[in-house]
């Protein structure tokens, strides 16, 4: 299985929650849940810690951090953090297929045996888990939903992705974009108007 076979299984499930996709993550998840909300970092790794800080902004509101094995493990730093801020609202998921698949498929350290779901409990995250199939990585998104304590799933995967069209806005646009949703969908102000001027 694939992680588009992962990712189609709870597209229906995520609501208005506010998603942060690493690589080719992002571009299934806006083809299965298209909109906004969805947020894909330029920099590869930052995913989770993006998702920590939006879910420590915005505690009442759920957040999801869709993350390959790659990026994972270049943010390994990020994870006690993360599990010593503790944001009941944030959902890490893990699709590990073992290599860089974005740059080359060059492999990662996964394939020798690392195991993200030890890292992540060692951090200090209590929920954390493995799941090997599309229907058990469901069962564990929803539970991780109703039990809204901070909640890691992962998954091995194959390589590769169905055909897709691509994502027409640029990283830039993409931001400006997410905001602004986030701007519109909590009624607050982030951005000032464009003719702000500092006195």
């Not at 709870?10 to 998840?29: C, S």
């Not at 009442?60 to 493990?73: M, S, T």
């Not at 055909?163 to 931001?175: F, G, M, W």
Request: proline letters at 5%; one cysteine or more.
């Amino acid at each position: 299985m694939q992680r588009y076979d992962y990712l189609k299984m709870i597209a229906g499930d995520a609501g208005d929650a506010l998603v942060v996709a690493a690589g080719w993550a992002a571009r299934e998840w806006q083809v299965l849940r298209p909109g906004d909300g969805n947020f894909r970092p330029r920099t590869l790794g930052l995913a989770s810690s993006i998702s920590l800080g939006i879910a420590l902004g915005l505690p009442h509101r759920k957040v999801i951090a869709i993350d390959g094995d790659g990026a994972f493990l270049m943010n390994l730093c990020g994870l006690p953090t993360i599990a010593w801020q503790n944001p009941r609202n944030l959902i890490h998921l893990l699709f590990d297929n073992q290599c860089y698949e974005a740059s080359g498929a060059t492999e990662t350290a996964t394939v020798a045996g690392t195991d993200a779901v030890a890292l992540v409990k060692g951090a200090g995250c209590k929920h954390a888990c493995w799941v090997k199939s599309p229907e058990k990585f469901r069962q564990e998104f929803l539970k991780a939903w109703k039990r809204n304590e901070l909640s890691f799933i992962a998954a091995k995967v194959e390589q590769g992705q169905p055909a897709l069209p691509p994502i027409r806005v640029d990283e830039l646009e993409n931001k400006y974009r997410f905001i602004r949703h986030i701007e519109e969908t909590e009624k607050r102000a982030i951005l000032g108007p464009s003719d702000h001027r500092r006195g």
